[in-house]
């Protein structure tokens, strides 16, 4: 796929900020740039909106929203997102998808979410959730740091008679359980490579607690939960402001009508609901989810999955406080997160996501030595066998294992151009399947001298219908279709008439018979005929709008024969 761009490396902020800088220098007809927020560290939370201002304003057009690094070590969704900004701006005008989204459509993206975290993650050896802040930090602990040199923090191994581990017999480069029955043998604590804190011999060893302990995606309005529940959420709901201005820049943008919000690892797809089972959302919302999401499947290889009813494993205290709930749930947006990047399928163990996402640790550690054995044959710069090192508290210890920022949490970057342009193909046909408002005929007849009767045909060529989601009903945010006539007199029928949704080509019915045909049932109601008798004459110009919130606006115009 062409860019002007190369993705096989991750941006820092300072060549992302230079990045959307020369987009919006380069195409000022297609891209805007703006700030959506300015970081405690002074850094911009940038947000690009995409459309072609020559055919109409941003607000005017069916929108999409694109987003990446709510997380701050999953910077993958950074270079997918701004892997999308490029493709779509260097072929405008060559590519039919591409000129057809911009002309048509306003996409709107955060390439950074949180430009303070990950620039932490990328310019340090620290991992961390969301961001740099101080929140709920505990001193005491093994603290991550790199000891040996190398800026990477690995795994670093301690004997002692008391530790659970022991050198796998099958493969000494390898880790395995200690059997109930292991009385006697070398065995290891394992903990990140690492100083001690606070430590007098006399307690058991622990990792240090993070000091940065907030997680952004437990800080948004729907299913928000108090710390004690849920770690990192916050002191209350949209207390960061990065959260804030995600949740602001979305209400004050309400074209919006599709969401994909981009996060690291595991090469799946979910969609919502996620405080709630798949079955008590409308059915015709989870089928057009799944529709989308096999889409999804075919463009990235990511399994589809429902939040709630898959991913969650515990659906009492189910994590929650999610973008893309807050998406469906409160605004009746389909919404998408996009866990990029899947290791374990790589290595040939893939997980098993709606059995055992937590489940038989032997089978876990056999997936885990896998991913060690694929990286050291397809990356093994990102690898380092056992090695002893003196530790100033432990003595004699060794340090080992991939590079788990750029292995396991992040593709190695020869690897990252693959993830980029596969979901970018996913995002343009999910853009595509936004409501689409056409104004399908629009004419007028002379009944007598003076007065005509107008007709107008309006309808949704989109896969969604205008209302998005039956869920934005029950929310009672779905805006109807308005119809408005001007430049004459109205004898019969209203000025403005209005509809209140009009079906996508989702609410179809069809069929596929064993014994017969495939068909189709019922044709969805995406159109509708408005009429009006008007007075006027001969050379008037009559004007027609048609408008909806989520599906744009257009307008037509008669004379009058």
Known sequence: MKTTFTYDHYFKYDELKKMLEYFAATYPDLAELEVNCVTEEGRNQYVITLTNKKTGYALSKPGWYLDGNIHAGEVTSTQAAMHTVDYLLTNYGSDVQATKLLDEMTIYVIPRVTPDGAETYLTTTKTLRSVNRDYQGEPGGIDGQDLDGDDVVRMMR????????????????????????????????????????????????????????????????????????????????????????????????????GAAIGHTSGGILLYPPGTRAAKTAPAADIDAFKAIAAMGQEELGYLPMNIFDSFMTDQEQ???????????????????????????????????????????????????????????????????????????????????????????????????????????????????????????????????????????????????????TDEAFKLKVAKPVYVKLDGAELLSGKAEEKVESLSGYSRTATGVFFYGNITTSESAPAKKKFSWIVKAKAGDVLKLTAKNEKAGVKTQEITLA
């Open 158 to 257: 301690i004997p002692t008679p008391y530790g659970a581990w022991k050198i796998d017999p099958k493969d000494p480069s390898t880790m395995t359980l200690r059997d109930p029955g292991d009385a006697e043998g070398v065995f290891y604590d394992i903990y990140p490579e690492g100083v001690l804190e606070d430590y007098d011999g006399s307690e058991n060893l622990k990792q240090k607690k993070t000091p940065w302990g907030l997680d952004f995606n437990r800080n948004f309005p729907l299913g928000w939960f108090p710390d004690s529940r849920q770690p990192g959420a916050g002191k209350y709901p949209l207390s960061n402001p990065e959260t804030k201005a995600i949740v602001d820049f979305v209400l004050a943008h309400p074209n919006i009508g």
């Open 318 to 468: 189910f994590d929650s406080g999610a973008l893309d709930d807050w998406m469906y749930q409160s605004q009746g947006i389909p919404a998408y997160t996009v866990e990029f990047w899947d290791i374990a399928t790589k290595a040939g163990v893939p997980m098993d996501w709606g059995q055992e996402r937590f489940g038989d640790p032997k089978k876990s550690i056999q997936r885990f030595n896998a991913c060690i054995k694929w990286v050291k044959e397809n990356a093994p710069e990102y690898y380092m066998d056992w090695t002893e090192y003196e530790h100033p508290v432990f003595g004699k210890v060794e340090i080992g294992g991939f590079h788990y920022k750029f292995t396991h949490q992040n593709p190695p970057p020869k690897f990252l151009l693959a993830e980029c342009e596969n979901d970018t193909r996913f995002n343009i046909r999910f853009a595509l399947a936004m409501p689409k408002l056409v104004i399908e005929d629009f004419s007028a007849e002379k009944v007598e001298d003076g007065v005509y009767k107008v007709t107008a045909i309006v309808g949704n060529r989109g896969y969604l219908p205008t209302n998005l």
